[in-house]
């Protein structure tokens, strides 16, 4: 009787995982299918239909690499219209995850959207919806988003950002025509390149994406506007014929300032000298320069910017050794306070 027990209990027991497909194999991941391909594997549209979801597969001899591929497989089917400008969106993604967005919402309900859905790396909505293990050696994923869900999801984030952009440009005209106000055009272009990049989606989607949806080029223009009418006043201590002075005023007049040498409420202090360096056992003679910089807002007497470089080179002549010298200055000028000015120009302020 017992015997006649046990083998039905097998028997059950057998059916029931042959029947489920889940692998009770210990060489396979837990939640990886075994058994019979299921119809994704062939025909993702056969389980998942077009009109309800996008979806797509991605195999790999890992999961992992098989669930990253699937995920690919989808970001590829929007293509470039999802794409945003890569310093506007690292501002962007720097600025929700340091806090400094927070101060610029209206509602915690609209911060949490913010906080979340920016940070996220995948597309959003999107998930793996199963794994299948061939049993010999390649691992299949497919990946799924449900269009309204994604879609509502992407309107979210663009009514949050929308709202980001409203408070940023509500400015008095002296707030507006200042570094602050260059900083929040700046910020709301990165916000708005992101919600040309949302409103994308939606639509491929096939959903409709909010009103009010504009260009992050129409920011950047009126930033430069606003640039134009903001003079900075450079003083150099020591410059062979205005050679610093030149290269860091191109700094300024590439983001639309006019750069000059009177009195300004932004001014850039530069000290700099140039001296040589004795090295008894070689023959040639050496040069160092050092710079030390601070932009500076002097209506607040703030150091909104320090830049610092030394560096030395050497030539059979003193005068070509210090020719290099200041060089060598000029190409870090152009080069790194450039991306440091560019960079805090980008910085969203907490208000």
């Known amino acids: 009787m017992k015997s006649s027990f ?27 299918r075994a058994g019979r391909a299921p119809a994704w594997v062939t025909s993702v549209d056969s389980v998942f239909s077009r009109s309800r979801y996008v979806a797509a597969t ?9 669930e990253k591929n699937a995920l690919a497989a989808i970001a590829s089917f929007f293509g470039q219209s999802i794409q945003v400008n890569t310093s506007a969106a690292a501002a962007y993604r720097q600025a929700v995850v340091n806090g400094t967005v927070e101060s610029w919402i209206d509602t915690a309900q609209m911060n949490n959207v913010v906080k979340t859905q920016s940070s996220q790396d995948n597309l959003l909505g999107a998930e793996i919806k199963e794994v299948w293990f061939d049993s010999r050696d390649t691992y ?18 663009i009514l949050a ?3 980001i952009i409203k408070n940023l440009l509500a400015m008095t005209p002296n707030e507006k025509y200042s570094l602050e106000g260059v900083i929040r055009y700046r910020f709301a272009a990165a ?11 939606v639509r491929l989607l096939d959903f409709s994406a909010p009103d009010g949806i504009v260009s992050g080029d129409e920011y950047r223009l009126e930033a430069r506007n606003i640039a134009k009418t903001i003079p900075v006043g450079i003083t150099v201590t020591y410059d062979r014929q205005g050679r610093l002075f030149g290269a860091f005023a191109k700094c300024f007049t590439d983001l639309g300032f006019d750069a000059n040498t009177g009195n300004s409420r932004y001014v850039l202090n530069v000290n700099s000298s140039v001296s040589p360096v004795d090295l008894p056992d070689n023959p040639n003679y050496f040069s160092r320069i050092e710079i030390a910089a601070n932009l500076t807002d002097t209506s607040a007497g703030l150091v909104l910017l320090p830049y610092n470089f030394n560096a030395r080179e050497g030539h059979v002549t003193r005068a070509e050794a210090e020719n290099r010298a200041i060089t060598a ?3 870090d000028i152009n080069e790194n306070f450039a991306d440091a000015l560019s960079d805090y120009l980008s910085r969203l302020m907490p208000r």
Request: with cysteine.
């Open 191 to 201: 916000a708005a390149d992101v919600n040309i990049s949302c409103a994308n989606m």
């Open 6 to 32: 046990f083998l039905c209990l097998f028997s059950a027991l057998f059916l029931f995982f042959s029947c489920t497909g889940v692998t009770r194999n210990p060489g396979v991941e837990a939640g990886v």
């Open 58 to 66: 991605g195999f790999a001899p890992n999961r992992a690499m098989a």
């Open 140 to 157: 299949y994923a497919v990946a799924v988003m449900e269009k309204a869900r994604s879609a509502a999801l992407y309107n979210e984030l």
């Open 329 to 331: 200055a000029q190409r």
């Open 161 to 163: 950002n929308l709202n």
